[in-house]
């Protein structure tokens, strides 16, 4: 695992510890949903915070 850094350290959860770890909210409504759906295909977010209006893309290529 690596050092511990500035805004906190590494760690291994299982999928059910996840929603109950103190991580920034944004990333409970936008990765772990995703991470969820890994078996019906492939998603990607992009998600753009360098201005005050915040743009997600979500790119999805589900299997059929």
Known sequence: MPDD???G???VF????IDA???PQM???LIWP?????????WG????????????KIEASPLK
Request: glycine share 6%.
């Open 45 to 56: 977010i992009r998600a753009d915070f360098s201005s005050t209006q915040t743009k997600i």
């Open 27 to 29: 990333d409970h409504k």
């Open 5 to 7: 850094f500035e805004e």
């Open 34 to 42: 995703f991470y969820d759906k890994r078996n019906l295909g492939f």
């Open 14 to 17: 299982e999928r059910d510890q």
């Open 21 to 23: 770890l103190d991580i």
């Open 9 to 11: 350290s590494f760690g």
